[in-house]
DNA sequence: CCGTGACCCAGGGTTTTCCCCAGGACCCTA
DNA sequence: TAGGGTCCTGGGGAAAACCCTGGGTCACGG
């Protein structure tokens, strides 16, 4: 798994602004070792990049305009499991740690990362260091959610009360009191406010999901 | 207000990421007759180079790690009305364009945007050029929040119910019901589920309110 | 076969929110 | 001095949310 010393270290940069792509990628060739072997700001074109060059270390944002850096993640590890992934994190994005986490990312950066940093994280993860916060963040989520939950707690969030979510997926306003009374128990929460605040938080609604919000 | 053509276009940019700085910068300085002059990630920082360089452009972020993009174009704007300021705008920042609007803004930028888009927003600007989206992004608020409500909502978007509001606030929860009703009006909204995805949607919160967040 | 978990439904209770109504104090500007 | 805006306070009532209890079906695996 660790790279001998003393080989270039070869990245790939995903990321959707042109400029952002641009400053890493002239960061990153100022820096001895490292070679930048491909770029592109597209979910799909990011996992062809990866199997066309297998680079040593993917540089991967989470927001991306196709498909969800979250997915990108999942399938290069699980087919190119040789490239070290380090996440790119926006300001919003604290909640898509938590199901990064399972997925064994090598390490989290800032996108107000430094130059300095931002080589050192390459370099730490090319050899073969995983630089995880974990601890910090909250704590996670004792008892995940049911599907049906999640449907329920998205209406929530989206505004809906209970009879309309009832009305919408075609069953008793007392099931849905049911699901969101267990939604609120798993969440610890004591109100729908306080429920779109710790989801939003937790980023429960930012995975998996992307490919059902057709209504 | 307009410039002779011929003359160099002085840029300041201003963004919290360094790797995207480095980027924009490169991106302009490759560009005939357009030169920057200043760079930094900081509001205060920013309002300095303006006052020392006077530049043609000003390539401005609205998130900024001391005071808000807004407060600073607002001190551009009244200071040094010959700086045109070009707005860039990352993805939950629609709700700022709202507030930019009375300040004069030159144009909008999306963080997204390639070289050739920057270069000719910074262009433009530089001619006198106002590009405004204005009719995108969704209906504009109608009535604004007042200080108080504000204060009430950022509580209430936090999960608070309305005796823990009033609580905190030494006033009474009758009071706090008010306020409650009358942001849900100006809102448009019908429950506080509903009052917090639009104040996320149209980002009021996260306006010139950093100054006070200390509880 | 029986336990477990997810899902569905219901009654009956308290609490909170929501939506009208009303009035008074303050500051700023015209 | 008179208005207008903001902030504060209050009552009463309907609606929604919240919290507990109790049922039931279905699919899964020991």
């Known amino acids: 798994m660790t790279r001998p010393i003393g080989k270039t270290i070869r990245v790939v940069i995903v990321d959707d602004h042109p400029m952002l792509r641009e400053g890493t990628r002239v960061c990153l060739e100022r ?4 070679a930048v072997v491909g770029v592109t700001g ?4 990011a996992i062809h990049l990866v199997a066309e060059h297998r680079p040593d270390v993917l540089l991967l944002d989470l ?17 190119y499991a040789d490239t070290a992934i380090v996440v790119l994190t926006g300001y919003g994005d604290a909640g898509y740690l938590r199901a990064l986490r399972p997925l064994g990312i090598r390490g989290y950066l800032a996108k107000t990362a430094t130059d300095a940093e931002i080589v050192d994280a390459v370099r730490r993860a090319a ?36 009879a309309e979510i009832a009305a919408a ?47």
């Not at 820096?31 to 490292?34: D, F, L, T, V």
């Not at 597209?42 to 074109?45: A, F, K, V, Y």
């Not at 997926?169 to 109100?191: D, M, P, Q, W």
Request: one cysteine or more.
């Open 42 to 45: 597209i979910g799909r074109e």
């Open 127 to 162: 050899a073969g260091c995983t630089m995880v916060t974990s601890q910090s963040e909250g704590e996670i989520l004792t008892e995940p959610l049911t599907p049906r939950e999640r449907e329920i707690l998205r209406r929530l969030v989206a505004g809906q009360r209970n």
């Open 169 to 215: 997926l075609l069953i008793s306003a007392k099931t849905v009191e049911y699901h969101v009374s267990n939604i609120f128990t798993k969440l610890g929460a004591r109100s729908r406010a306080e429920a779109i605040r710790i989801a939003h938080e937790q980023g429960i609604l930012l995975l998996e999901d992307a490919g059902r919000n057709q209504e």
């Open 31 to 34: 820096a001895p070792g490292i």
């Open 63 to 79: 927001r991306l305009p196709d498909i969800s850096g979250v997915e990108v993640a999942r399938q290069v590890r699980a087919a």
